[in-house]
């Protein structure tokens, strides 16, 4: 095992999100092929429309259909698409300033003939996608339309906003990819637990033993760095009963999560107690670990058989 | 067509005169890497802390406030600031806050501190770890969820069109933009802190019109910084450099709202930190891309007169979350060696400097 | 505890002009409920805002900056959500900070806000803290899959239930103080509009007999999860004679924090806790809490954190807080009311319990808190915590200007 460790970590979750009623006509809107600004009080048309005024802070709710052809304010050549992102060949970010609109819609622009073909105040007009769910992925991107002529016929029109089975919330996926490293201290430990052994660190200035160890003294505020083997058995401090399932957790309920405090350690640590019937387990249990297969973490702490500690011995480490 | 930027309040009132004099009177930071992973954060951390405090000589018992800026989303760990105070030592408990921004804006809350007359010290620190992620992803989360993070528009996308917006407007070409990169390298050559020292070919396009020279180095980092009020101030730093007005504004969140090619904010904070009262010698902007300089010193008025990033500027470190503080450490750091008397600072946060803070920093007159 | 031993570390020695006075003219929530599914994230704050405005007869020209809390961001999945959320707040063109100190963010929220007006930066301030809890899921934000380390083994109260058995073996306290707790906080939620749980027909007995999730913590002494802002105007002596409704004033407001953990640590009643409240009460004047102050405010995420809180916070000797609850003192017509408003067992968006409790002790104070009005409240405290029980903030709210 190298010295230091690393894994990869995914963060990963669908966001649920409501929309609210401007954000909801807007998608609504997209899905059956409409796009739809919002007019503010002294009279400009915000494309896509935003539920408060970035200028007034008013609430915005008048909507407005906009033509679905426009004009390139500004233009970026993405020749290396990324996850996530709306084409997966090289395409053009484009800030699009629709007929009717006064602000700019940022999304794709798809150009097959590369970046000179490309450049501010060129004419695009929407491309659908063909599965629309109500999101802002419905434009699939923008396309060239250089036939369309610009501006001045194109007023917006007067939109009620309202859609038969209008979308009121959308499921945003988000993924992220971390590599994971705790560093030197943890890895340390880490490495001893793959060989059954507890190994804390001791602050040189307190003398505390820290197990796990977390690099630094917490209270003196420096690194720690002389090893100490503790344990491996210990006292239960305190503990609960945990009566309901945890999600990811394979364990049958009840049982007992208890912290702990291994010989020698100056704070306790959190383990379950298993080898005894959930409702003998108390404070001051002597216990021991159970490693897993092939190491790391114990499973979990059992009874030693010892007397049970006295509540003076560690009163101090609850 | 572009927002016009509100003032606060009905009648802008004129730039008050601060409760109290208020100075940084240390800084420190790590070495700037392309990757630490050997080091958890508080591993990163610690040692800068300490350097900070060693240079005043105080321990972390006689700091009256601390206040840090972070962000759980770099590293993909939530709370990562409550284990980071780990290095501060934080025994007996200390007065403490934290800000989900970049440590320039903790050093705001702390000025604000110190301001009140209830701290005469306080140590602000900043983190950020951006070797464990993709960072031009994760700052995707920072938009909009509904309209704009959907589609994954990553942070050098964003400055890009922003870059194109300023040559279409006439405000430079990519020579240009080559040119303050290389400048700003060349200046990171004199910064032993820094992540590229020195000149780095331009390369090839990452997103056009940006290429790999306009774009910052990834890596991750650390810097802290240690105010002071009045004569304590002067008690812990032989030259002080007082912050003689501080402020930070936001624009509007959506880009197609926004003129690209300038930064109200940005020249409205300066305003208000009595920036354009009388010429700086020195400016540290917090421009992550060359492109973005060009936005800074048109709106914050800075001619061939100043000296711009003398540290390299984040074109030559930027850790994320730090590279705002590390701004106003370095103008500071320039104040007490005597090779600055009057210097601006400058942080920046969101996608196309949404978000801007101005310090305005001075030496006692030699 | 004793609030005399607390060590003040880095005391001030001189203030100059001396602080302006901090007044909270406007208070605004949300009702808070499991998931508000008819607004945006923005929509869920602005209504918040409004409100704080509309209490406070302002408009948003009228606001000087703005200050927001909230807990992790991985909780709705944005990355300094204040970006997105400057346009809906007013902010465009003004300065606006974020805070996150953990569970007791909308605490220090409100206190980083308190500091800008008290150091006349600014003369008037909205500040806000929300938590839209239906976006994710608060126990997926909590336990990201971080490799190497042992898995959570249990879930959100198994964190807090063995520092309560550890409370109950050092203070002796009966099995039932708990579900007095939850009774009470829940009955007194019913007379705030605002509160996620209504339970109209809660009886004790309902409590008693709810499942034992973390033995020894049951069902019915947990809190909700929920959606939810609270928003609050803060101003200077000018703004508060302009306001149309009674002001609170501050009195104190002080952080504290101490490591997550550490040996030596004290997870019943943290030291952090004690000298924050000590700080506060230093700051108001208070010698006597359980006598000088009306009404406590107080983050109880579980109901056995009530008898622990009474005791750091110094409202009882060490110990005896268990007996205040059994009494009835803390009873909304008590002698000392805690959680009028049904605290944070009857709602609890995350990022904004803090700033809930915060902003309820304001209303107290201003005489403006409807059926759960504590008469005669003239001095009341908010309360904050988080983290492993090591953040904490609070705040001393007073009927009358603070005297010098």
Not at chain 3, 109 to 117: M, Y
Not at chain 3, 340 to 355: D, F, H, K, Q, Y
Request: aromatic letters at 6%; a negative charge.
């Amino acid at each position: 095992m190298p010295e230091v460790l690393k894994a990869p970590l995914v963060v990963e979750f669908p966001f649920t999100r409501s929309l609210g009623p401007v954000q909801s006509a807007f998608l609504s809107g997209l899905r059956e092929r409409v796009v739809l600004g919002v007019r503010t009080g002294d009279g400009r048309v915000l494309v896509p429309p935003v539920e408060y005024d970035p200028v007034t802070s008013e609430e915005l709710g008048e909507l407005v259909e906009v033509a679905l052809t426009g004009t390139v304010t500004t233009w970026a050549w993405n020749h290396e698409p990324r996850r996530g992102q709306p084409l997966d060949r090289p395409f053009a970010w484009v800030l699009v300033r629709l007929d009717g609109a006064d602000t700019a819609l940022l999304h794709a622009l798809d150009a097959p003939d590369g970046p000179d073909s490309v450049r501010t105040g060129m004419r695009v007009r929407v491309r659908w996608a063909e599965d629309r769910s109500g999101a802002v992925t419905d434009i699939a991107c923008f396309e060239p339309y250089e036939a369309g002529q610009a501006a001045a016929a194109h007023a917006p029109t007067v939109h009620d906003g309202r859609f038969a089975d209008p979308v009121t919330g959308i499921v945003a996926p988000a993924r992220l990819d971390y590599t994971y490293a705790p560093g030197r201290a943890q890895s340390a430990h880490l490495h001893a637990l793959a060989e059954r052994r507890v190994v804390g660190e001791r602050c040189p200035s307190c003398r505390k033993v820290y197990v796990p160890p977390r690099g630094a003294c917490p209270t003196c505020g420096v690194a720690t760095s002389e090893r100490v083997e503790v344990g491996p058995r210990g006292t239960v401090t305190t503990y609960c009963i945990v009566n309901i399932k945890a999600k990811n957790l394979d364990i049958e309920v009840p049982y007992v999560y208890a912290h702990i405090a291994l010989d020698g350690a100056d704070l306790a640590l959190h383990g379950r107690i298993g080898g005894i019937p959930y409702d003998q387990v108390r404070m001051g249990l002597r216990v021991e670990p159970v490693w897993p297969d092939g190491g790391g973490h114990p499973d979990h702490y059992r009874p030693t058989g010892e007397p049970d500690a006295d509540y003076e011995t560690y009163k101090e480490l609850l | 067509m572009p927002a016009p930027m509100p003032t606060s309040g009905a009648a802008p009132r004129s730039v008050p005169r601060p409760l109290r004099d208020i100075a940084v009177v240390a800084f420190a930071q790590t070495d700037h890497l392309r990757t630490s992973d050997e080091l958890s954060e508080v591993e990163m951390l610690m040692p800068v802390l300490h350097r900070v405090l060693a240079q005043t000589g105080l321990r972390t018992g006689d700091i009256g406030f601390t206040c840090s800026g972070s962000s759980d989303y770099l590293a993909g760990r939530a709370f990562s600031f409550t284990m980071a105070l780990d290095g501060v030592g934080a025994w007996p408990p200390i007065s403490e806050s934290h800000v989900e921004m970049d440590g320039a804006w903790a050093l705001y809350e702390a000025w604000t501190k110190l301001l009140t007359g209830d701290a005469d010290t306080a140590l602000v620190y900043a983190y950020g770890k951006s070797s464990p992620g993709s960072v031009r992803d994760v700052l995707t989360r920072q938009l909009d969820p509904y309209y704009l993070a959907p589609l994954w528009p990553d942070s050098v996308a964003l400055a890009a069109l922003q870059a194109q917006a300023l040559i279409d407007a006439g405000d430079t070409d990519e020579p240009a933009l080559a040119a303050v990169a290389s400048r700003n390298r060349a200046s990171a050559a004199g910064n032993p802190h820094a992540q590229l020292r020195g000149p780095v070919p331009q390369g090839d396009y990452v997103v056009r019109p940006l290429r790999i020279g306009d774009c910052p180095p990834v890596g991750d980092g650390a810097a802290a910084v240690v105010l002071a009020a009045g004569e304590r101030a002067r008690d812990l730093c032989e030259r002080p450099a007082w912050i003689r007005g501080i402020d930070h504004r936001v624009e509007a969140h959506g880009l197609g709202v926004r003129d690209l090619t300038d930064s109200p904010s940005a020249r409205l904070a300066a305003e208000r930190a009595g920036a354009f009262e009388r010429p700086v010698d020195t400016a540290e902007l917090h421009a992550p891309f060359s492109s973005q300089e060009v936005v800074l010193r048109k709106a914050l008025r800075l001619d061939d007169r100043v000296h711009v990033n003398p540290s390299g500027g984040a074109l030559a470190a930027h850790p994320i979350m730090a590279a705002g503080l590390i701004r106003i450490g370095e103008a500071a750091e320039r104040i007490r060696r005597g090779d600055s008397d009057r210097a601006l600072a400058h942080a920046t946060s969101g996608p196309c400097l949404q978000q801007n803070l101005v310090a305005v920093l001075e030496g006692d007159p030699r | 505890m004793s609030a005399a031993t607390t060590t003040v570390t880095g005391a001030a020695t001189g203030t100059g002009r001396g602080k302006e006075p901090v007044a909270v003219v406007g208070v605004g929530q949300t009702k808070h409920v499991a998931a508000r599914r008819d607004v945006s994230i923005a929509g869920l704050v602005r209504e918040a805002a409004r409100r704080a405005l509309d209490d406070a007869g302002l408009d948003w020209p009228d606001v000087d900056a703005v200050v927001i809390g909230k807990a992790p961001d991985f909780f709705e999945g944005v990355m300094m959500p204040e970006l997105y959320l400057a346009d809906a707040l007013g902010a465009v063109g003004k300065p606006m900070l974020r805070v996150h100190t953990a569970g007791s963010v909308g605490g220090s929220t409100a206190l980083v806000a308190a500091n800008l007006v008290a150091a006349r930066v600014h003369g008037t301030v909205l500040t806000l803290a929300y938590e839209k809890q239906s976006e994710s899921n608060a126990m997926w934000g909590l336990s990201l899959p971080i490799p190497f380390q042992q898995p959570l083994l249990a879930g959100a109260g198994g964190f807090f239930a063995p520092h309560v058995r550890a409370y109950m073996r050092r203070t002796g306290a009966p099995d039932g103080v708990g579900s007095l707790v939850a009774y009470k906080d829940r009955r007194n939620a019913l007379k705030n509009p605002y509160a996620h749980l209504h339970e109209h027909d809660i009886t004790l007995e309902k409590v008693r007999s709810s499942p034992m999730l973390w033995d020894p913590i049951r069902y019915s002494e947990t809190c909700p999860s929920s959606d939810g802002a609270c928003a609050m105007v803060l101003t200077d002596r000018a703004g508060a004679a302009r306001a149309p409704r009674p002001a609170a004033w501050l009195h104190g407001g002080a952080m504290r924090s101490e490591p997550t953990l550490f040996a030596g640590k004290d997870f019943v009643s943290p030291q952090a806790g004690k000298d924050c409240a000590a700080d506060v009460y230093r700051q108001a004047g208070i010698a006597d809490p359980r006598r000088e102050i009306d009404a406590v405010e107080m983050y109880v995420p579980f109901s056995w954190y009530e008898p622990m809180w009474l005791e750091n916070l110094g409202f009882a000797a060490e110990g005896e807080g268990w007996k205040l609850t059994e009494s009835g003192v803390t009873e909304l017509d008590g002698d000392l009311p805690v959680n009028m408003s049904g605290g944070v067992l009857s709602t609890n968006p995350i990022g904004a319990s803090g700033m809930i409790r915060f902003a309820e002790a304001a209303l107290q104070v201003r005489g403006q808190a409807g059926e759960h009005q504590v008469d005669g409240a003239r001095r009341v405290l908010g309360h904050a915590y988080g983290g492993g029980s090591q953040f904490f903030s609070m705040w001393l709210v007073g009927a009358e200007p603070p005297a010098s």
